[in-house]
T-cell receptor, first 114, second 112 residues
């Protein structure tokens, strides 16, 4: 099992562009969580998704950010019209439906907005 | 709202010395506490959780509800313990108990 995969590992965008971050959960896992780590901060919960459903997006900024986890394919975190303050490490975690309380983390995507 | 505080951003010890990474939390209920570790260029991985009361790689942590602390300890540090350590909290029950709240982390360096 390759573990949670995230790509790209590093992403550079200019202000106003869109950023798309992908997360492939571990095999057999149907629950995905996104966390953001701003510089000098701890990881902060953003959103919790199951296949084709957003369960909890209480940690997502109200504008420009969206997430999906389609029936087929990876989970996508989309940031539209990026600003410098979006520069951060974005971590994805997954868990199986049998144990939603144990989260396995991916390596993260480091987004830099110029 | 719950909060996790790791007061030390950096901690440096010599090999063979005891090490203690501090973690304090604020939450009025009964949380679950975790320690995660991130070695250089590797992903975040679970080190231990308080409900398991286990020892992993020689590390232990005891939940002290009176002091609202969950300090991570190891009696004899090894060079391979050098890593970033995060303390995390999860609500013990309720509808949002999948959310992890992390501290800012402590970078441990074990010198030869």
């Amino acid at each position: 099992n390759a573990g949670v995969m995230q790509n790209p590992r590093h992403l550079v965008r200019r202000r106003g562009q869109e950023a798309r971050l992908r997360c492939s959960p571990m095999k057999g896992h149907s629950h995905v969580y996104w966390y953001r780590q701003l510089p000098e901060e701890g990881l902060k919960f953003m959103v919790y998704l199951q296949k084709e459903n957003i369960i909890d997006e209480s940690g997502m900024p109200k504008e420009r950010f969206s997430a999906e986890f389609p029936k087929e394919g990876p989970s996508i975190l989309r940031i539209q019209q990026v600003v410098r303050g979006d520069s951060a490490a974005y971590f994805c975690a997954s868990s199986p439906w049998t144990d939603t309380l144990t989260q396995y983390f991916g390596p993260g995507t480091r987004l830099l907005v110029l | 709202a719950q909060r996790v505080t790791q007061p030390e951003k950096l901690l440096s010890v010599f090999k063979g010395a005891p090490v203690e990474l501090k973690c304090n939390y604020s939450y009025s209920g009964s949380p679950e506490l975790f320690w995660y570790v991130q070695y250089s260029r590797q992903r975040l991985q679970l080190l231990l959780r308080h409900i398991s009361r286990e020892s992993i790689k020689g590390f232990t942590a005891d939940l002290n509800k009176g002091e609202t602390s969950f300090h991570l300890k190891k009696p004899f540090a090894q060079e391979e313990d050098s890593a970033m350590y995060y303390c995390a909290l999860r609500l013990g029950s309720g509808g949002s108990n999948y959310k992890l709240t992390f501290g800012k982390g402590t970078l441990l360096t074990v010198n030869p």
